[in-house]
């Protein structure tokens, strides 16, 4: 930086605050650091006793916080998104539409293990919308080497750091198994909770069937569902290791890929994840365990939202819910800006 004259300072950059204080009214920062000086901001800086200021030097190889911030904003932002205006070096990053929010971990790290720089964002995998911020950048220094955001673009890849998968319109067949629910021994209090939770994200059920304890016949209402055109198929209940429990043999005998049998999260740890495979098409066959229909959140929350947007979830995810899998059961439910599933 360099000290100028005040009067010779327009269209430099202020290496400081300026602090302007009027006796029983006012105390507080006059101009950021960071600011353009304009001509019409000169009488003000002299009016709180600066002749002379620190501004920012232009030198080659080096970009002020601004410059670099905008650097930063390209590494992170993705389609679905933009970037509020830059100030000291912070650009944060806006959601344009619902969707889940996706994140580049191993890029993420490797941008805030450069120094220098950071970007703060919420969790990945989670749900956002409309408006909702998903991230905040800042260069720390006022001025930073050109060399340093070079590092960083190639430690971040080509790709985006963030990116928001948008939902699918999706139509969802429901198989509700369990033979006091076919024999009306019971109501149906399941499908009434997943129409809701459906409803969330604008899928359509399109049928139920009731096919009881029936191995074969969930079996065949799975494919006959795919063969109507369903996006999704969910088995609910069934889902326990006793013997006359048939949901999971019922998927299985579909010729699904079973993803995962289990999930290190509670409520919810019998959750099967599975794909069919049809038409180059990966069409989810999810089997609930009970918890689905009673408690407030439960493994179903954590992962509707992806597979409402088409993003196929993977085993070692599954197990990566271990940490956070554990719904505390507040009194007051804030999901999903709580820890369950992070």
Same mark, same amino acid.
């Given at each position: ?23 029983? +009214? ?24 600066? +002749? ?7 030198? /080659? ?27 000291? %070096? ?46 905040? *950048? ?8 050109? /060399? ?27 198989? *509700?198994? %369990?033979?006091?629910?076919?024999? %009306? ?10 129409? /809701? ?11 139920? *069937? ?36 048939? *949901? ?19 409520? %919810? ?46 085993? /070692? ?26």
């Amino acid at each position: 930086m360099k000290e100028i004259c005040t009067k010779d300072a327009v269209g430099s950059v202020l290496c400081h605050d300026i602090t302007q204080i009027i006796k029983d +009214e006012k105390k507080g920062v006059l101009f950021k650091k960071g600011h353009v000086i304009r001509e019409e901001d000169i009488p003000l800086l002299l009016s709180v006793g600066k +002749e002379h200021l620190f501004v920012w030097e232009k030198k /080659e190889g080096i970009l002020h916080e601004n410059e670099a911030a905008k650097i930063l904003y390209q590494i992170c932002a993705g389609e679905h998104m933009h970037g509020t205006e830059v100030s000291e %070096g912070k650009i944060e990053l806006i959601a344009d539409i619902d969707g889940v929010l996706k994140i580049r971990r191993d890029a993420l790290l490797a941008v805030n293990s450069q120094g220098e720089m950071m970007i703060a964002s919420r969790h990945g995998d989670f749900p956002v919308k409309k408006g909702d911020k998903i991230a905040g *950048t800042r260069i720390i220094p006022l001025v930073i080497q050109q /060399e340093k955001m070079d590092k960083a673009c190639k430690a971040a890849g080509t790709d985006p750091i963030f990116s928001i998968l948008p939902y699918r319109t999706m139509k969802v067949g429901v198989v *509700t198994t %369990g033979s006091e629910v076919k024999k %009306g021994l019971i109501k149906d209090t399941f499908t009434p909770v997943l129409v /809701e939770k459906l409803k969330e994200y604008s899928m359509e059920v399109i049928g139920q *069937t009731m096919p009881g304890d029936d191995k074969a016949q969930i079996t065949e209402d799975i494919l006959q569902f795919i063969k109507n055109g369903a996006d999704m198929v969910l088995c609910s209940g069934g889902m326990s290791v006793d013997p006359d429990d048939r *949901t999971p043999g019922g998927i299985q005998d579909t010729g699904a890929r079973i993803v995962t049998y289990g999930a290190p999260v509670l409520p %919810g740890a019998m959750l099967l994840i599975s794909y069919y495979e049809k038409d180059g098409k990966c069409i989810p066959v999810i089997g609930l365990p009970g918890c689905v229909m009673y408690a407030k959140r439960t493994v179903f929350d954590l992962v509707l939202p992806r597979l409402a947007a088409g993003d196929e979830i993977h085993e /070692e995810e599954v197990a990566a819910y271990g940490e956070g899998g554990l719904c505390l059961n507040c009194k007051v439910c804030t999901f999903p800006t709580c820890g369950f599933g992070k």
